[in-house]
């Protein structure tokens, strides 16, 4: 399988991202609730906890929808999705640290993770949008950090940036997938 094909077979089985991308901002929404009604120290369980159900509540959708909400056994691309989610991992832990010294700075640093994550999307699905979206929320990060934002702001912040790209997603594999009209 080349990676052209590779990059189809995981726009197929996840409807381009955008099926993660409404999940994970679902949980981003959560936590943007439960720490502007309760506290923000709430708000980062709710946002680890609901990440863990990120992957699950995505295949779910996507099977919703009619893709298998599973790539292909052999794509190439599943093991550097595997290598981009430990890693991913791995910077919540300097996430959670930095919630020690200001609990606010767990989101700033969550959304600038985030962001990362989502500019390896771009090889993974094939779809340049990843790299606006990766910026975007690498940006709101170090913004809502350099402004003191509260930790509701933020989570917000980063539930619309990823609602409106999924929804730009979500545009991209429906216009891929209408045959293109041949000229007369």
């Known amino acids: 399988m080349n990676i052209a094909d590779a990059q189809q077979d995981m726009r197929h ?5 955008a099926v993660g991308l ?3 901002a679902t949980v981003w929404l959560t936590a943007a609730g439960v720490a502007r009604l309760g506290s923000p120290g709430h708000a980062i369980v709710a946002l680890l906890v609901g990440g863990m159900l990120i992957h699950p509540a995505s295949m779910l959708l996507a099977k919703t929808l009619g893709r298998p909400g599973a790539h292909t056994r ?3 691309l599943a093991a ?7 890693f991913f991992l791995l910077g919540i832990t300097l996430a959670y640290a930095l919630s020690w010294y200001r609990v606010e700075w767990f989101f700033s640093a969550m959304l600038v993770l985030i962001g990362g994550r989502y500019l390896t999307f771009s090889t993974l699905y094939g779809l340049r949008v990843y790299w606006a979206c990766g910026a975007l929320l690498a940006a709101a990060g170090m ?3 350099a402004m003191q934002a509260r930790a509701w702001t933020a989570a917000l912040s980063g539930a619309l940036l ?3 790209f999924a929804a730009v997603v979500v545009f991209i594999v429906q216009r891929r997938m209408v ?3 041949r000229a007369g």
Not at 13 to 17: K, M, N, V
């Open 179 to 181: 045959p293109a009209r």
């Open 143 to 145: 913004l809502s950090a």
């Open 13 to 17: 089985a996840y409807y381009g991202g």
């Open 74 to 76: 052999g794509n190439p």
């Open 162 to 164: 990823e609602y409106a």
């Open 80 to 86: 550097f999705a595997l290598e981009g989610t430990v």
């Open 22 to 24: 409404i999940a994970s």
